[in-house]
């Protein structure tokens, strides 16, 4: 079945550093990725789709300048977390399209779990 | 624009009782509907679907039906167990013809325990 690999599976950084989060999609190509937030006990909010070979679609409020995403390759996305800072401390899952298998659906990565110190 | 509604937990059931837990939604365009389910310290992963109206998803026992005349998609299961402990997510896409992002749009989620 579809397989999408997100690295790291937790990181701990400084506040001021950035932080990059990878995003493969295994035995499939992805056009679009999405990258999503998820707060303690709470949903994922979307915060931008990712296109391969174009620039990112940001939802409303999401800084872009914050969140970099690159979308270089049809298996690869990533997340930079730039400058990070304690509030930015939260678990990022991305996503990628899946066309084949049950055709329209989703496949999610594993999560990665960001704590800004 | 869309959103999702989700009867918030937690849960607590017995093991073998039955298992309801209650979505509705709210969107433009015509959307498909999902039930995600996320174990601790994991992503999520796809439990069933539904694309169309009156299509029934069903997975592992579960089962959800697609009911555009109450814009529900309750989910449901005759007989839980404990290893079916775990975060419930309810979501649609709409695949951005609602003008919205052409991602997912979630409920809150539903802790679900289940106790021997």
């Known amino acids: 079945g579809a397989v999408v690999s997100q690295h790291p599976s937790r990181v701990i950084c400084k506040s001021g550093t950035s932080v990059k989060i990878e995003c493969r999609s295994l035995?499939?190509?992805?056009?679009?990725m999405f990258w999503y937030r998820q707060f303690p006990k709470q949903s994922l909010m979307l915060m931008a789709t990712s296109n391969e070979g174009s620039k990112a679609t940001y939802e409303q409020g999401v800084e872009k300048d914050k969140f970099l995403i690159n979308h270089a390759s049809l298996t690869l996305s990533t997340l930079t977390v730039t400058s990070a800072h304690p509030e930015d401390s939260s678990f990022y899952i991305c996503?990628?399209?899946?066309?084949?298998?049950?055709?329209?659906?989703?496949?999610f990565g594993s999560g990665t779990r960001l704590t800004v110190v | 624009g869309n959103s999702v509604t989700q009867m918030e937990g937690p849960v607590t059931l017995s093991e073998e009782a039955f298992l309801t837990i209650n979505c509705t939604y709210t969107?433009?365009?015509?959307?498909?509907l999902f039930w995600y389910v996320q174990y601790p310290g994991e992503g999520l992963q796809l439990l069933l679907k539904a694309t169309k109206a009156d299509d029934k998803g069903s997975n592992k026992g579960f089962e959800a039906t697609y009911r555009k005349e109450t814009t529900s998609f309750h989910l449901e299961k005759g007989s839980v167990q404990v290893s079916d402990s775990a975060v419930y997510f309810c979501?649609?896409?709409?695949?951005?013809?609602?003008?919205?992002?052409?991602?997912?749009?979630f409920g809150k989620g539903t802790h679900l325990i289940i106790q021997p």
């Open positions: 969107a433009t365009g015509y959307p498909s």
């Open positions: 035995d499939f190509q992805a056009t679009t």
């Open positions: 979501a649609l896409s709409d695949g951005g013809s609602g003008g919205g992002a052409d991602g997912l749009t």
């Open positions: 996503s990628a399209r899946n066309l084949r298998g049950m055709g329209y659906g989703y496949t």
